[in-house]
């Protein structure tokens, strides 16, 4: 056993901004925010705060994996 302090990561962040929503799927923020235009990918307001929420990239991914390519 180790006498170091176990170190706590943080939780992975639940909303993403655009930015980082783009990031992670590997599109510009102009393409992102195309898709929320066509209805592929919803958002979340929480104010005047527009943020997206990880699991609908995830249903994003999925449903393009299905479909054999773009949603």
Not at 6 to 11: E, F
Request: net charge positive; aromatic share 2%.
């Amino acid at each position: 056993m180790s006498d170091q302090p176990a170190t706590l990561a943080a939780p992975a962040p639940l909303l993403l901004t655009s930015r980082q929503a783009a990031a992670a799927l590997g599109v510009c923020e102009k393409t992102l925010w195309q898709m929320r235009r066509d209805g592929l990918l919803p958002t979340v307001r929480l104010g005047t705060v527009i943020r997206f929420d990880v699991r609908d990239l995830a249903a994003l991914i999925d449903r393009a994996k299905q479909q054999g390519g773009a949603p």
